[in-house]
């Protein structure tokens, strides 16, 4: 079993729709997750990150932790097509040397 | 501009073939990491560097070297490539190690996709 389990997708919603990107974890250790966005033939680029349970939110972005259940969700409020591309969650006990990602999430957003 | 820079962005060779693939960042930082990503596998770890002279083993360190001279600059060094190294590699950069700290995020480059015969 991996330690981070990602939805491949693809996800395809049509604009302005609410889409909701998730991972699960079995690392009790994890205290930081992360969610990164990247675009096609980019490398990734960080959206946010929430430190321990709990919302985040920026501007029409969401994430929310529940290390209760060991999930986490990221929220695009109002999705445009420049939204699309694939997301990747990631998480961390403490620092950036034992950061374990997600396979990532491919979202299209069609116009 | 503040940006991680990677060289070559594309390179095909043969097994057993020494290359070197560079990195150079241009925000001081003192972290730097190599990742590849592979399909259904997502990033993983190669190597990472707290700082000049201080690297250490990642996840997926066998068949890879690294040094971190200046602090710039960390190159990644396959001595002997062979076709299970064939991946996208990504370097990354930040000023700390620590999450939580207001400097923390990580910066990466633009990926070199390395293909092995």
């Known amino acids: 079993q991996k330690e981070v389990e990602q939805d491949p997708g693809p996800l395809s919603v049509p604009e302005g729709a609410i889409v909701s990107l998730n991972c699960t974890y079995s690392n009790s250790a994890f205290q930081y997750f992360m969610w990164y966005r990247q675009y096609s033939r980019k490398g990734p680029e960080l959206l946010m990150y929430t430190y321990s349970s709990g919302n985040k939110e920026d501007g029409r972005f969401t994430a929310q932790v529940d290390k209760s259940s060991k999930y986490i969700s990221l929220f695009i409020r109002d999705s445009q097509p420049s939204d699309s591309a694939t997301y990747l969650c990631a998480m961390a006990p403490g620092g950036y040397q034992k950061v374990t990602f997600g396979t990532g999430t491919k979202l299209q957003v069609i116009p | 501009e503040a940006q991680v820079t990677q060289n070559p962005r594309y390179l095909i060779t043969v097994t057993g073939k020494k290359l070197t693939v560079t990195c150079s960042q241009n925000?001081?930082?003192?972290?730097m990491s190599w990742y590849r990503q592979d399909p259904g596998l997502g990033l993983r770890q190669i190597y990472y560097s707290m700082n000049v002279e201080v690297t250490d083993k990642g996840d997926v360190p066998e068949g890879y070297k690294v040094s971190r001279k200046e602090k710039r600059n960390f190159p990644l060094i396959l001595e002997s490539p062979s076709p299970n190294q064939t991946s996208l590699y990504f370097c990354?950069?930040?000023?700390?190690?620590?999450?939580?700290?207001?400097?923390?995020?990580?910066?990466f480059g633009p990926g070199t996709r390395l293909t092995v015969l």
């Open positions: 990354a950069s930040s000023y700390g190690s620590t999450l939580g700290t207001p400097t923390d995020t990580q910066y």
């Open positions: 925000m001081n930082h003192e972290y």
